[in-house]
Each structure stands twice: as structure tokens, then as C-alpha cells.
């Protein structure tokens, strides 16, 4: 059997097996004022070679972080991916690998799964690491949830430092389950903390994002401190590379840890896939999706790797779920598993530290430009916000032009904030054709 369209013929005879006569009568069900009438645009059929070139031709309408100096960040990275990652990943046994049901078959899938959980564990200092949701952003709307379910309160307040598009998405997940969202207002680039004491009542959760959107490290322990008196939890937002060099937020009080791996050995990749990272304090692994791989030893006293808790997707409970994810990203977890492993306990912070020398060298250097300042301080890791004088839209198309690639913030209603980010990939004379691009701009 092959699998390109069928001839007319072969229509025919397909539809007479089940006992009628033309298409339309496979589709009866369906309402007319349903059924596409119109034609949907895709053109005419393509040969493969055709369909080929049509792609190549598409493709080269792309900007290749690679080919320019990409100082993007807000939560998307350009960290070094070490070749080793791309060697072992690309095993057979691995990029064809499922999702691990039997645990008599599947023990390597599991075992990468259980080292990658506890390497999350250790970095954010929580007790149980899953495995794992789709990106950043589900990763907050998941922690929201377990938030709201544990807790049986119907209020979510989420800082407006938090990376707007996170906050969107958990506006998408909750939008129909009666939850009131509220917005902690910022000042300086930090969150307002004092407003948490305002929605104390009926609250599940804050969400508090460190370092935060800005770049800027908050201080976690003081929304912590809030909430003591109360069943509001903390969910702390972070991304894992920062987490080496900073208090983790298991360090700060939080309840549940939720980020984005994708700088954990994986590439930008044009927005995806990426990787959730959720962990918990222990008291909420009974309300935590996803997978959980524990440790145990057979009969026979050897070690071996099981799904505990919860095997596949039984959280999936209709209206009554506790969760909207229904599979892992277990090769990109895989990435990121080795990827740590590779660092190790001293390079992982190794890396941080450069990240962050470099960045304080550009930021530095920036603010000795007229009509540029640091509006929210240096308290950054690897990432930090400038205010410019002109239209910070009009700069970065203007910098894109000279394969220079620096970012607008999406809550910026002034037009004024540049967000740049500093990996180690970053050279110095990278980093000073950027001042020279800004001080000409």
C-alpha cells in the first residue's frame, strides 16, 4: 500500500467497501453550513523536487542567529551547544525513542529522565522534578494550576515583571475555570511587593519571575515572607543557567520552581521545541503533571527505574483534570540531561560567570553613551535592559540591517527599552561592535 493520494478509481472502490457511493455521502453528518466550500488557497499540486525548492526558496527569507551577533534574549537563548549533545542524542535508541510506558523495556529512556529530574531538583532546590511540559510558558500556567488545586483558592497574582508572554499563556489556560487574575504592579523593574498584602484573600499563588524579564534578580524570600500567614503559594520563575550562580528558589522559601531548559544544550530553533521544567516541593507531588520516574531495586536486589504516581496520562480527567499536558519532551529533557552532565557541578557555574563578566562589561561600557542609560541598575546575570532616547522599534530594525540582532520588550508602551542579552558565545569584539552600532545609532 502506498500513501500518495488516491486515483479515482481507487476513491471508488474504498467508498464501495463501506457501502456508498461518492464523497458527499461520507460527509452527510456534517451540517452544511459547516462544510468548506471555498477553495483554501494552497495552490496546485507540487512535484517533490518542486515542493523542495519552493521550501529552499522560503528558507532563504530567514535571519540566522548563527550568521549574525544575536544579543536576543527574554527567555531564548544563544548558548554554545557542545557537539557531544548532538552526537549521543542523535542515537537511534534515542530520537526514536517513546514515551516510556514499560518499564521492563524502556530503562534507559527512564534512567536519562530520572537523572534529568534530579539535576532539576538540585538546581532549583525543590523535592520532586517531572518529566517535563512543552516550554517556559506552559511550565507557569501548569505551576498555576497546581497552585489552584491545592490550595482551592480561585486567585492567581502574577508580577508584571514576569515575561509577558508567560502570563499569556497562563491567561489562556485559565481563562474558563473561574480564576481571577491579577497584575502586581512594578517599580524600578522590580516587583511592587508591598501590593501582595492587598490580594491575600482568596489567593492560590504569586508568580514571580528571577531573574525577571528585565534581566534584574528579585528577591524572593520577601513575596515569601507575605505569604506565610496564608495557603498561597510561591511559584518562582527562573531560568536554569542563572540558578547556578544565584540563590535557588527552593533557597528562597518558593513552593514550585517552573522555567525554561532550552539554554540546557538545545538550539534556538526558531521558537521551538523547548522544554517545561516544573518541580515541587514534596507536599505537591500528588497534584504535579507529567511523568515522575523514581528509583527502586527488583527482586533479585538490582537497581531499577519506574513510573511512579501516575504511569500515562491518568491526570487527564476531563473537566475534572488537574493538568492540560499529555505527553513529554523526552529528547529535548535528553539534551538537556546531557548537556549537565557535560558541565558538571563547576562548569555549569563556570558558565553562568561568564555570561555574567560579559554582560557587565557591555552594560558598562553602554551606559557611557550619551542618551543611554540602565534604568533598572546592574543586577543582572546574563541579560539587561537600556533605555534609549529615540524609537527603540525604528533602533532595532535599524541594527537588524546590520546583522545585529537586539530585542524590544513586549510591555514597553514607551518605545524606549532595548533588551540585550550576553551569552558566553558572545566575543568581546562582538560585544564592542554592538557599543560602536549604539553609539552611531
Do not use: W
Not at 22 to 49: C, H, M, T, Y
Not at 160 to 173: G, I, L
Not at 370 to 377: T, W
Request: include cysteine; charged fraction near 20%.
Amino acid at each position: 500500500m502506498h500513501y500518495i493520494p488516491c486515483t479515482d478509481e481507487q476513491e471508488k472502490e474504498l467508498l464501495g467497501e463501506i457501502g456508498i457511493s461518492n464523497f458527499n455521502d461520507l460527509v452527510k453528518i456534517i451540517p452544511e453550513n459547516l462544510r468548506l466550500k471555498d477553495d483554501i488557497g494552497v495552490g496546485d499540486a507540487l512535484s517533490e523536487f518542486e515542493c523542495e525548492n519552493a521550501a529552499k526558496s522560503l528558507i532563504s527569507n530567514n535571519k540566522i542567529a548563527s550568521e549574525n551577533l544575536c544579543f536576543l534574549g527574554g527567555g531564548v537563548y544563544d548558548h554554545f551547544v557542545p557537539k557531544a549533545v548532538d552526537a549521543i542524542a542523535a542515537r537511534s535508541e534515542f530520537y526514536t525513542a517513546y514515551t516510556p510506558y514499560q518499564a521492563e523495556v524502556s530503562q534507559g529512556t527512564l534512567q536519562y529522565l530520572y537523572e534529568f529530574q534530579t539535576m532539576i531538583c538540585e538546581l532549583s532546590g525543590m523535592d520532586v522534578a517531572n518529566a517535563s511540559l512543552y516550554d517556559g510558558a506552559s511550565a507557569v500556567a501548569e505551576a498555576c494550576s497546581v497552585a489552584l488545586s491545592s490550595t482551592r483558592n480561585s486567585k492567581i497574582a502574577i508580577s508584571k515583571t514576569v515575561n509577558p508572554k508567560y502570563s499569556a499563556v497562563v491567561e489562556t489556560y485559565l481563562q474558563n475555570r473561574g480564576v481571577e487574575i491579577i497584575y502586581i504592579n512594578e517599580e524600578n523593574g522590580k516587583t511592587q511587593y508591598s501590593e501582595i498584602l492587598n490580594h491575600l484573600n482568596g489567593l492560590a499563588a504569586v508568580v514571580i519571575q528571577s531573574p525577571n524579564y528585565y534581566g534584574i534578580v528579585e528577591d524572593l524570600t520577601v513575596s515569601k515572607t507575605q505569604l506565610n500567614e496564608t495557603k498561597a503559594l510561591l511559584i518562582a520563575v527562573s531560568d536554569p543557567v542563572s540558578l547556578s550562580i544565584i540563590k535557588s528558589p527552593g533557597e528562597c522559601g518558593a513552593d514550585i520552581y517552573a522555567g525554561e531548559g532550552q539554554s540546557l544544550g538545545n538550539y534556538m530553533s526558531y521558537g521551538g521545541p523547548f522544554i517545561g521544567l516544573l518541580a515541587v516541593k514534596s507536599k505537591l507531588v500528588r497534584r504535579m503533571p507529567g511523568r515522575i520516574i523514581g528509583k527502586t531495586v527488583d527482586r533479585e536486589g538490582k537497581e531499577g527505574f519506574v513510573l511512579t504516581l501516575q504511569t500515562r496520562e491518568q491526570h487527564i480527567r476531563r473537566e475534572n483534570a488537574t493538568s492540560n499536558i499529555c505527553t513529554n519532551q523526552g529528547l529535548i529533557a535528553l539534551r538537556a540531561t546531557i548537556h549537565m552532565s557535560l558541565l558538571g557541578k563547576a562548569g555549569l557555574p563556570a558558565l553562568a560567570k561568564v555570561c555574567y563578566d560579559k554582560a557587565q562589561y557591555c552594560a558598562n561600557e553602554i551606559s557611557k553613551i550619551n542618551n543611554i542609560s540602565l534604568p533598572f541598575g546592574n543586577e543582572f546575570i546574563k541579560e539587561f535592559s537600556i533605555s534609549v532616547s529615540t524609537s527603540a522599534k525604528e533602533l532595532k530594525q535599524k541594527a537588524a540591517q546590520q546583522s545585529i540582532f537586539i530585542n524590544t520588550l513586549d510591555n514597553d508602551n514607551s518605545d524606549s527599552l532595548i533588551q540585550i542579552c550576553v551569552t558566553e558565545k558572545r566575543t568581546i569584539e562582538e560585544i564592542d561592535t554592538l557599543i560602536e552600532f549604539l553609539k552611531s545609532a
